[in-house]
């Protein structure tokens, strides 16, 4: 069976200026959500487990790469979207999270990651070596460190492939993508005057170099995997801002893929675009349209509106109090905001609630906060939201009600927040 991704550059490639969005989350609430999108359109879905998530030692979801995978198809089967419908992606596979470890250690767990991945029947694999390690010179990584390393984690993700296939004649080969011109997963850090955008030369380079790599390895076939390079559009967003698609700012790296019909290109970080800048990137070669916090972000910003038709509602004595819980959790544990949240104790209390950067998404699936959202559903259960309340706190959840397109329920209206970016993303790729 063909790769769905595979399918979709040879549309392309007749002229089609088709996509897909890549769905970057672990959350239970978002998977369901998009994975009912993809039932309803009967479309492939993509949904990327980051490294930082998911790995060999269990990520912070304290996840194997099977485990997640299982989790999913579960999910998927249940809901009634057909297994040759549901692509899982590993995202930013290397050393991302092995950074402290010299070259030797750092590149043997990142060979187990991506080997664990293909081996559990992950279908795109992201190969990002562009991170420093331990005992790297100072100064950029050369294109050539960063192919090399890339070269033998395409090697151990074949093998995996291997493996997972011998017991699964079925099996989809695998299909890749390399480059990283983006900061970290899951947004900038800190506040930004100006993006620059890849320069046409540079994604030439990147290429040009993986293939003789590759070649040198023994691999050259392997090139026939390859369909997309990262790089940077020119959009990105941090605590309270977003850089919006500037199609004229990327016309020459865009005008640079006609030399190269094999690939199309990666956007990360293209949350909080709006519907025209994601449908333009897609029209300009930017086929797969990376999203990740937007998602937990919708879903936050549904549970916030739920809490305060609950403090409406409810007597205070049986309140839920998510927005209280969900504080109470990040301060206690505050390792997964600390580094990404700066300014004063108002401004810090501001961004976690309420930064595009959405740190918030590492303590939705804690249990307490998990428990008080239960809760939140069950109370709105048992005190009803008016429909004219609705319409005050959630305006485009209430137009489908109305209309009879979701229920009235608290849980419904939770995953709307996230269907709400979903529905951007199906315009973009002509879904």
């Known amino acids: 069976m063909k790769h769905p991704i595979q399918e979709m550059m040879e549309k392309r490639r007749q002229g089609i200026k088709c996509g897909i969005p890549s769905y970057c989350t672990a959350n239970p609430l978002v998977l369901e959500t998009v994975l009912k999108r993809a039932k309803a359109l009967d479309a492939p879905v993509l949904i ?77 694999i992201h190969l990002d070596t562009s991170m420093k390690v331990a005992d790297d010179p100072e100064g950029l990584l050369s294109t050539e460190t960063i192919a090399r390393r890339g070269a033998e984690l395409y090697k151990a993700s074949i093998k995996g492939y291997e493996e997972l296939k011998a017991g699964k004649p079925e099996a989809v080969r695998p299909v890749f993508v390399i480059g990283s011109e983006v900061p970290i997963p899951g947004g900038a850090q800190e506040a930004e005057d100006s993006l620059a955008v890849t320069s046409p030369d540079a994604f030439r380079d990147t290429v040009a170099t993986y293939k003789r790599i590759f070649k040198e390895a023994g691999i050259e076939d392997g090139w026939k995997d390859v369909v997309a390079v990262v790089v940077q559009p020119g959009v990105e967003f941090g605590d309270d801002q977003v850089f919006l698609y500037d199609h004229e700012a990327a016309t020459s790296l865009c005008a640079a893929l006609e030399d190269y019909p094999e690939v199309c290109f990666e956007g990360h970080s293209t ?50 109090d998510f927005i209280e819980t969900l504080e109470k959790v990040m301060l206690d544990n505050p390792g997964n905001w600390q580094k990404h949240y700066h300014g004063n104790e108002e401004q810090l209390a501001l961004a976690r609630k309420y930064s595009f950067s959405d740190r918030a998404r590492y303590y939705i699936g804690q249990p307490e906060v998990v428990a008080a959202m239960d809760k939140l559903f069950a109370n709105l259960k048992e005190y009803p939201i008016p429909m004219n309340m609705l319409h005050q706190y959630m305006p485009l959840s209430y137009n489908k009600v109305r209309d009879g397109l979701i229920p009235l329920d608290a849980r419904e209206l939770a995953m709307d927040g996230v269907t709400n970016f979903v529905l951007d993303y199906e315009y973009a790729v002509s879904l």
């Open 271 to 320: 949350d909080y675009q709006s519907a025209e800048c994601l449908k333009n990137m897609v029209q300009d070669g930017i086929a797969i349209l990376k999203v990740g916090p937007a998602l937990t972000y919708g879903l936050r910003e549904a549970l916030f509106s739920l809490s305060f038709m609950e403090k409406e509602l409810v007597p205070a004595e049986k309140r839920a």
């Open 48 to 124: 990327e487990a980051t490294a930082n998530q998911v790995n060999q030692y269990g990520g912070y979801t304290g996840m194997l790469p099977a485990d997640f995978y299982d989790m999913v198809s579960k999910m998927a089967a249940e809901i009634g979207v057909p297994e040759h419908h549901v692509i899982l992606a590993g995202d930013h596979l290397g050393p991302l999270t092995w950074q402290n470890l010299p070259e030797k250690e750092a590149m043997e767990r990142s060979v187990e990651l991506v080997y664990q991945f293909a081996k559990a029947g992950f279908t795109k």
